[in-house]
């Protein structure tokens, strides 16, 4: 079974069905700010939306674009295709490790990832390696 992959469009979609409590009720668990005329998500690809409400009901929105590198339409829709793709293969950790060693990123991502881990993080991973 395929996970249900929700963007932007997926979010906009399901508001401008429903009244904001019904949205809120739904979504309580991801919902990052409530307000009474506004409520905010970040999506599953990085985006942040931000819906305005009038009396209860859908009024408009507003995406943030969170990484500058994104900013270029045709790209951000060619990762977002990809993104897609790996979530309807249900990408698995050895296929993501083939692909970043395929475009050149792996030890890129390795050392991005260290760095932005917990120092215990990384010293339970140095201890699990030399256990191996």
């Known amino acids: 079974m395929t996970k249900l992959f929700r963007d932007v469009d997926y979010f906009i979609t399901q508001a401008s069905n429903s009244t904001q409590s019904e949205f809120e009720l739904d ?5 990052e700010v409530y307000d009474t005329t506004e409520t905010t998500i970040t999506t ?3 985006r942040t939306v931000i819906i305005t409400w009038d ?6 929105y507003h995406v943030i674009y969170e990484t500058p590198q994104m900013e270029s339409t045709f790209k951000r829709d060619v990762v977002m295709d990809i993104i ?3 979530h309807a293969i249900e990408v ?3 296929t993501m490790q083939y692909i970043l060693d395929k475009v050149g990123m792996q030890e890129q991502m ?5 760095m932005s ?14 256990m191996l």
């Open 27 to 31: 979504f309580a668990d991801i919902i």
């Open 44 to 46: 599953e690809c990085g």
């Open 55 to 60: 009396n209860n009901y859908f009024k408009s």
């Open 84 to 86: 897609k793709k790996l």
């Open 92 to 94: 698995d950790g050895e």
């Open 110 to 114: 390795l050392r991005q990832l260290i």
């Open 117 to 130: 881990a917990t120092m215990d993080d990384v010293f339970c991973l140095v201890e699990e390696k030399n």
